[in-house]
């Protein structure tokens, strides 16, 4: 598969701005809450740049294998996640699924239990801006570049 577009090379000041937002969750919220959302949503999208990043970003801070892997089938293995990371992945799921019903309230309920409003917000920017990245990944088909 072959790069259509250098987007961040040729237009700079969008790379930036995309840069911003994803730097206004990171300093708000858990590192590895972060990665996780991140890897979940990217899964959804079939974003295998955006994974890739994530999983090796994840692991550089401690997360584990097997929660990596996992992460995938969430809702088959809720022992392996706390209360709080399973209320953001299942509102992970829901925002980057929107469909035609959007987030159902049950979904919101559960995140509202486990974070505060601020925190609600913060995580929902996360789950916008991974959402965001992964649109342009594969829209512009980045290469996922062999590690090892």
Known sequence: MTRRLAWAQLEPAAYQAMVE???????????????????????????????????????KLGESTQRLVVVAAWQEAPHLFTEREQAALALTDAATRLGEHGVPDEVWARAAEQYEEKELIHLLMAIVTINAWNRIAVSTRAVVAPRG
């Open 21 to 59: 937002l994803d730097r206004f969750s990171a300093t708000r919220l858990d590192p590895l809450l972060f990665e996780l959302v991140k890897m979940r949503a990217s899964y959804l999208n079939n974003c295998a740049f955006c994974l890739d990043m994530h999983v090796h970003d994840a692991l």
